[in-house]
Every structure is written in structure tokens, then in C-alpha cells.
């Protein structure tokens, strides 16, 4: 995979810190990021998807009194058109995540990238600091979105969702998306990146984060890799709407269940040879990216993350198809530098 320019003339990942800022302030200094994510939507999905993924979407979320709803009605208001409800819910990426102790000697380390094929997700990127009666955390993000993907809270754990594989009810997949979609629309629980939203908010822990991602309800299946301060203290919780099946770590998970229990079909680029590669080079010590070989890096892949919430860092990178697309952010605590 070609680096598209020196890591010198790439951007830096705007670092927010929502302690001190209110939503609508950040949202409005950021629409410029906004209207570009936006316009990249428009042009994969079409106005008229996002208009009705709209409706369809904040009538959902209405009807299940889903508590974040009032932030996304803020960022429709301030985004510069349709796609607000339908992006925050938007569940069609995948990704490579491994927990296990740090080869470093301290905590537990959990090692991230997500892929979507939507161009300007990875030269985007922003890092937000949240602020909790549980306590702050880095949420891995973009301007809009609402539920979290990748976060790490300093002193408590990180946490990460991949996509399973979708259900298979036919031999089409276009029917068995409308099928799932349908059943999903039936659902009245919450969506996987607002229930890890919640456990963010709420836990304490590593246990009450673990005990909240396994017990709560689901909208739709989901994969939780969760990596506590201790160095054996990480799982992988493969959730169905209302159950779970937890591995204990050291984990790697791409997009394919451990143990299928159900036929499916296939999600994203090589999950398997992502997962394998990742088993194979997930104890590369150093504070870097040097993990970061395909099959895990590929021509969708927009963020890679590694975590360490013992040792209170936090390293990020945007990547575009041709390369990387931010220099590589260093978090730590509450200073943060670029490499």
C-alpha cells in the first residue's frame, strides 16, 4: 500500500476537549468536516437514500426514547443536509481488533483498525475528550457522529465494535439485507455503537463495562473486544440481540464469529487473513504502528488505534485508499504529540 505523501506534510488530528466546549459550539467550528463527510454520503448513497434513511431512522430512534437523540437532532440542524439519523446508525464497516498484555510490561493493549469504503473518513479524524460522572475519556470519532466505535478511558478500559457477518435467510444478499433491516426496525433496544456510548458513560471498570456489554440489550448482533488496566484482564463478547458468548484473552477478532452457530455471509476484505495476520503480529512492542501490515491495512481502512488505559496512551492515525491520510497522534493523559 503506497503512503501518498511524507508523514511531515500530513495533516494533524484535531484533538477537541468537550470538558470546556459545548456541543453546539465544537459541531459549528467543525462544519467545514461536516459538509465533506456529508458530500462523500451524498455521493455513495444518493440524496434520496438519505432522505428517507432520515425519516425512517429518527422515527426509530423516537420511537425507542433512544437518549442520544437529542444530540443527533443538534447535528442535523447544524450539518449541511439529510443524513444526520441514517449515518449515526449506519452499521456497514468492518475491522481488526486484538487485546492482550502489553508486550511493554504494563496493562493490557488492544491493537484497532476500521475499514469503510467511504473516502474522507481517515483525513477527517478527530479525537474528542468526554467528560462523565464515570470519568473523561477519549472517544476515536468524526464530527456528527453520536455512538462511539473506538474509545479508551484512562484508569478504566478500552473498547472497540466490529461488524459479524450478516444473517443468511436466502440465496440473495440484497433480500437478506432487507430482511435483517427488517427485523432490525422491529427492535426496540439499543444500537452497538450507543450501548458502547452508555458503557463509557457509565462504567466504572473493567467488571461493569464487561457486566453492561454483555447483559444489555441489542438492536442488531455486534463483536465487543474490551481491554481492562490489568494485563490479563481483556475479552471479546460475541452479542446476538439478546445473548452473548464471551472469550476470554488474549482475543483477535475481525468480521466472522469464533464458533459460527449460524450460516452468513461474508464480511468485508479476508476477515480470516486479517485475523490471522493480526495473531501473527500483534506482539510487536514499541509505541508505533509497525503492527499495521496487510491484509490489515488495506484500500478501505480509515483508522488505526492502539490503546493502553493502564499506561494512559492512546495512539491514532487516519488512512485514505492511497496511504496515510494524518500524521500518527500520541495521547497521553493530558498531553498529546505528533510523530
Known amino acids: 500500500m503506497a503512503i501518498a505523501a511524507s508523514v511531515g ?121 468526554r467528560k462523565t460522572p464515570a470519568g473523561d475519556y477519549w472517544d476515536v470519532t468524526w464530527p456528527g457522529f453520536v455512538g462511539i466505535v473506538t474509545a479508551m478511558a484512562p484508569g478504566r478500559f478500552s473498547a472497540a465494535i466490529n461488524q459479524p457477518p450478516m444473517r443468511l435467510w436466502t440465496s440473495s444478499y440484497w433480500s437478506d439485507w432487507i430482511i435483517n433491516r427488517s427485523k432490525v426496525w422491529l427492535q426496540r433496544a439499543l444500537p452497538p455503537s450507543h450501548l458502547l456510548r452508555k458503557t463509557f458513560d457509565n462504567c466504572r471498570n473493567y467488571s461493569e463495562a464487561k457486566q453492561m456489554l454483555t447483559e444489555t440489550p441489542l438492536a442488531i448482533p455486534a463483536f465487543f473486544s474490551l481491554s481492562g488496566i490489568e494485563s490479563d484482564e481483556s475479552c ?33 476484505h479476508e476477515s480470516n487473513e486479517r485475523l490471522n495476520a493480526m495473531n501473527k503480529t500483534r506482539n510487536c512492542p514499541g509505541l508505533d504502528f509497525s503492527w499495521l501490515k496487510s491484509p490489515i491495512l488495506n484500500e478501505t481502512t480509515r483508522v488505526s488505534v492502539t490503546a493502553n488505559a493502564a499506561t494512559d496512551v492512546l495512539l491514532v492515525q487516519g488512512w485514505e485508499f492511497d496511504g496515510a491520510a494524518t500524521r500518527p497522534l500520541v495521547l497521553v493523559e493530558s498531553s498529546s504529540s505528533f510523530f
Open 9 to 129: 506534510a500530513l495533516p494533524c488530528i484535531p484533538v477537541i476537549d468537550l470538558r470546556y466546549e459545548k456541543l453546539e459550539s465544537f459541531l459549528t467550528q467543525e462544519v467545514k468536516r461536516l459538509e465533506q463527510i456529508y458530500s462523500v454520503a451524498q455521493n455513495h448513497y444518493g440524496m434520496g437514500t438519505l432522505k428517507i434513511g432520515d425519516f425512517l431512522s429518527r422515527r426509530w430512534l423516537k420511537r425507542n426514547n433512544n437518549s442520544y437523540l437529542d444530540e443527533i437532532d443538534l447535528v442535523h440542524i447544524i450539518a449541511p443536509h439529510e443524513g444526520a439519523y441514517m449515518l449515526n446508525l449506519s452499521y456497514e464497516w468492518s475491522c481488526t481488533t486484538c487485546t492482550d498484555a502489553d508486550p511493554n510490561g504494563a496493562g493490557n493493549r488492544m491493537l484497532r483498525t476500521l475499514d469503510w469504503p467511504l473516502d474522507g473518513l481517515g483525513r477527517n479524524l478527530i479525537v474528542l475528550r
Open 236 to 268: 471479546l463478547i460475541e452479542r446476538t440481540e439478546k445473548n452473548a458468548i464471551v472469550h476470554k484473552g488474549p482475543t483477535t477478532c475481525a468480521n466472522h464469529w469464533q464458533n459460527p452457530a449460524n450460516r452468513s455471509w461474508a464480511r468485508g
